[in-house]
């Protein structure tokens, strides 16, 4: 019967140590700078993964836009030649929509409309080009062959670059 005893200590004592062990590696992990910076790296990647992942749920539901730059181009100056400022201002990329919305109006309230659509509508003004595949420039220039405006067309990819796959297959304006 001593012997059990002995015994049974002896696994007990084993038990205490492996359990001891356990938990002071485990502290160490847990208190480690480098693991918390792990830990913390994979969270924000997950809320990164997250956010990208909303911004292209809201391309995917955008139908502004045509399959070719010179498409959306003329779909833009259509609501334009309404007077359409927030058709107009859903052709931009989304981020840029109320930026290009106030300017518009700006525009506008300014008396300058008018000038602007002379411009922008003579097709002898308009000098387009590629540049790549998936970007467009437009040059716009007045009578004067004075460049007037710059407009930036583009087939929008997953943003940051984390994957070479289109958001949309529709052009949108990113500069104007």
């Not at 356990?22 to 997950?46: C, E, M, V």
């Not at 008396?111 to 080009?129: F, H, I, S, T, V």
């Amino acid at each position: 019967m001593n012997h059990f005893f002995k015994l049974k200590k002896y696994y007990l004592a084993l038990i205490i140590l492996i359990l001891s062990a356990l938990g002071i590696s485990g502290l160490f992990f847990y208190f480690n700078p480098q693991i918390r910076q792990a830990r913390q790296y994979k969270k924000d990647l997950g809320v990164l993964e997250k956010k990208i992942q909303e911004e292209e749920e809201k391309y995917k539901g955008d139908t502004y836009g045509a399959k070719t730059p010179e498409e959306t181009y003329q779909m833009f100056l259509e609501a334009l030649k309404k007077q359409d400022i927030d058709s107009a201002s859903k052709y931009f990329v989304l981020e840029k929509q109320a930026e290009y919305k106030k300017l518009l109006q700006a525009i506008k309230d300014d008396g300058k409309w008018d000038e602007m659509m002379a411009d922008l509508l003579r097709p002898e003004n308009q000098k387009g080009k590629y540049q790549g595949k998936e970007i467009y420039t437009l040059e716009i220039v007045n009578s004067q062959n004075v460049s007037v405006a710059s407009i930036t067309l583009m087939l929008l990819k997953s943003p940051f670059g984390v994957e070479e796959k289109p958001l949309s297959d529709l052009w949108k304006i990113t500069e104007f």
